[in-house]
């Protein structure tokens, strides 16, 4: 069973090693902060607006959404810049 | 082993974030307290009471750019009392952009249901579906550490997580055999349970998420007990898609899991039974959900906008033999259904007000009234 669970391990780690060395396509890189806030955010709940918190607490919702949906950084950065209204 | 290598992760993550929480005098440290509150009303033939009142506090802290710590204390009152809980502390840090290490008590992502799309504001309905809640099956809390992310390829996305826990605790006692505790605080033996999601999202504008998730354990039973080496293993499949239909101005919502748990064949003891004799049942039982909501948010009117529409159908089957099993009237082991009618109120982008009808085998009909705040 414990080699099951190596080899397991170590195709996972391998597909997303590859899969995460493929650059996102132009389209995605250059997504705006609105669009993805509403296409990311949307995915599970209402989208939420500028002024439901502050600044600094963006950036704290970005950390844990990052966390709790998966989205990648670049997306986290950009949805908050947008949201702090940058 | 693999208990220091455990200890050593979660001693390290602790350590780190108690280091910057010393020297971080400048007040950079950053945090949040958010949380929400909800209050239940269950109307059938038999009672017609507020059963529940709720209220969890999450607080975040940002330690430093690359530590995190999220914690959440959840007050229940079902039960007739107060009951308080730790529902997650978890330290975080992120080795790298797409790579975050944690440790502590958390909820995996096995499967989407647990943990995201059946919380809070995010459930369309004021129930869970049938093996998803209580007495369910798949892991709901875990206590260990894990890493987890997401990452863009070309046009679509993936995430990941992966986790390393004290597993799940076989239950042995006469109403519960062969079911499991799945959110203890502290082991019951020296084995761990690995497991893990990947989450794909093939469409450009993330609108499909699909998933697929697995949990292990070799062991489950207390230490040197006779139940120790009883093993589970189980698998999930999760889908979530959102799509604005422009023609009439509304989101369709539609939501799905399957959840598989297949437990070693063990003879377990009878109750009081004085002889000391066993019986024994295969152990397999298989969960599934699927949802749609439409609401018509893009319409002028302001009520109208804000309602929501949501159907959901459950399927539970439970094993024959089981004293958790499933019977219906005839006496005969089939699957434990549910249908679910929803009538949702958004007062707010997380607060809700939802109506629900809902039949399920078993029990008489029944109408939810929840009132759901998120802050």
Same mark, same amino acid.
């Given at each position: 069973m414990k080699k099951v669970y190596i080899i397991f391990v170590f195709i996972l780690a391998s597909t997303l090693t590859l899969l995460n060395s493929c650059a996102p396509t132009a389209m995605i890189a250059e997504k705006s902060g609105a669009q993805l806030w509403g296409e990311n955010c949307n995915r599970c709940h209402n989208a939420p607006s500028q002024?439901?918190?502050?600044k600094e607490q963006w950036e704290i919702i970005g950390t844990h959404m990052k966390m709790k949906a998966g989205i990648t950084n670049d997306e986290m950065t950009k949805i908050v810049a947008f949201l702090k209204g940058e | 082993m693999k208990n220091k290598i455990l200890l050593f992760c979660i001693v390290t993550v602790f350590s780190a974030t108690q280091l910057v929480a010393q020297t971080?005098?400048? #007040?950079? $440290?950053k945090l949040l307290i958010t949380g929400h509150a909800s209050v239940t009303a269950i109307l059938d033939t038999g009672q017609s009471s507020f059963t529940d009142a709720n209220f969890s506090a999450i607080f975040l802290y940002q330690?430093?750019?690359?530590l995190f710590v999220e914690s959440e204390i959840e007050i229940e009152t079902g039960d007739g009392v107060a009951d308080i809980g730790l529902e997650h502390a978890n330290l975080v840090w992120m080795v790298g952009k797409n790579v975050l290490f944690h440790a502590g008590r958390f909820i995996p992502?096995? /499967?989407?249901? !647990?943990? !995201?799309?059946?919380?809070g504001f995010m459930n369309r309905f004021a129930s869970n579906p049938v093996g998803f #809640?209580?007495?369910?099956i798949g892991t709901m809390e875990a206590v260990g550490f894990g890493v987890q992310g997401g990452f863009a390829a070309g046009c679509s996305k993936f995430n990941y997580d992966g986790w390393v826990s004290n597993g799940p605790q076989l239950l042995t006692d006469a109403e519960n055999t062969?079911?499991?505790? =799945?959110?203890?605080? $502290?082991? @019951?033996?020296?084995n761990k349970a690995i497991g893990g999601r990947i989450g794909f999202l093939p469409l450009s504008n993330s609108s499909l998420e699909i998933g697929a998730s697995f949990e292990s354990t070799n062991k489950t039973g +207390?230490? =040197?007990?006779?139940?120790? +080496?009883?093993g589970v293993i189980a698998y999930a499949v999760d889908l979530n898609y959102f799509h604005m239909i422009k023609a009439i101005k509304s989101t369709l919502r539609v939501q799905g899991e399957f959840k598989k748990q297949d437990v070693d064949k063990h003879d377990y003891l009878i109750p009081d039974d004085e002889f000391g004799g066993t019986y024994t049942f295969d152990n397999t039982a298989q969960t599934y959900y699927i949802l749609a909501s439409l609401r018509p #948010? /893009?319409?002028? @009117?302001k009520v109208l906008r804000n309602l929501e529409v949501a159907l959901r159908y459950s399927s539970y089957k439970t094993p024959d033999g089981a004293p958790w099993a499933y019977y219906d009237t005839n006496g005969k082991n089939t699957d434990l259904t549910q249908t679910a009618f929803g009538l949702n109120y958004w007062l707010k982008w997380n607060c809700v007000a939802k109506l629900c009808y809902q039949m399920q085998d078993g029990v008489t009909d029944q109408v939810f009234i929840q009132l759901f705040y998120g802050f």
């Open positions: 002024d439901q918190y502050a | 971080n005098n400048s #007040g950079n $440290t330690l430093a750019p690359k992502h096995f /499967g989407m249901y !647990r943990g !995201r799309l059946g919380e #809640g209580d007495g369910g062969g079911q499991f505790d =799945y959110e203890a605080y $502290t082991d @019951n033996n020296k +207390s230490q =040197y007990s006779a139940d120790e +080496s009883v #948010g /893009g319409v002028e @009117n």
